[in-house]
């Protein structure tokens, strides 16, 4: 391979691994939240309310890229609403063990077609502490990102 191959590579190679890395980033920058528990009158008990840190409320209403899961639900083929895991199907918040801080809902602009593979999803962040009724993550107007990998 001659020299400017082999630069070529390189850089190719280090840029798709910057691209990942920040994108797994993102999931451990979402994370840095805690939880307080608060009495909710639907309830009728005690819930866990996110507290986010200022780090995570700086990221409210900006766009992000994250990389993850579509989390299939019955009939999923093409959809424009979806929920959006750091982790594939068996180990994400409602299959495994993981916290509600590692999904989202997603709001995508145009129909995003199922995948068992990780995909990459860009859009306008959104932090939800007081619906329970929704996830404390979603992102608007989500566009899905070709992988460089």
């Given at each position: 391979m001659?020299?400017?191959?082999?630069?070529?590579?390189?850089?190719?190679?280090?840029?798709?691994a910057?691209?990942?890395?920040?994108?797994?980033?993102m999931?451990?920058?979402?994370?840095?939240?805690?939880?307080?528990?608060?009495y909710?009158?639907i309830?009728?008990?005690?819930?866990?309310?996110?507290?986010?840190?200022?780090?995570v409320?700086?990221?409210?209403?900006?766009?992000?890229?994250?990389?993850?899961?579509?989390?299939?639900?019955?009939g999923?083929?093409?959809?424009?609403?979806?929920?959006?895991?750091?982790?594939?199907?068996?180990m994400?918040?409602?299959?495994?063990?993981?916290?509600p801080?590692?999904?989202?809902?997603?709001?995508?602009?145009?129909?995003?077609?199922y995948?068992?593979?990780?995909?990459?999803i860009?859009?306008r962040?959104?932090?939800?502490?007081?619906?329970?009724n929704?996830?404390?993550?979603?992102?608007?107007?989500?566009v899905?990102v070709?992988?460089?990998?």
């Amino acid at each position: 391979m001659s020299g400017k191959g082999f630069f070529v590579l390189s850089m190719a190679l280090l840029l798709s691994a910057g691209a990942m890395s920040a994108q797994e980033g993102m999931w451990k920058t979402l994370s840095r939240i805690t939880f307080k528990k608060e009495y909710s009158e639907i309830m009728g008990f005690k819930v866990d309310v996110p507290i986010f840190s200022e780090e995570v409320k700086k990221l409210e209403g900006k766009e992000i890229t994250v990389r993850g899961y579509i989390i299939p639900v019955e009939g999923y083929k093409s959809h424009t609403e979806f929920v959006f895991s750091a982790f594939p199907y068996n180990m994400c918040f409602f299959c495994g063990g993981a916290g509600p801080e590692t999904v989202m809902e997603v709001y995508a602009k145009k129909p995003v077609e199922y995948s068992a593979q990780a995909v990459t999803i860009k859009g306008r962040l959104m932090l939800n502490d007081h619906d329970i009724n929704r996830l404390i993550f979603s992102i608007t107007d989500a566009v899905l990102v070709a992988d460089l990998n």
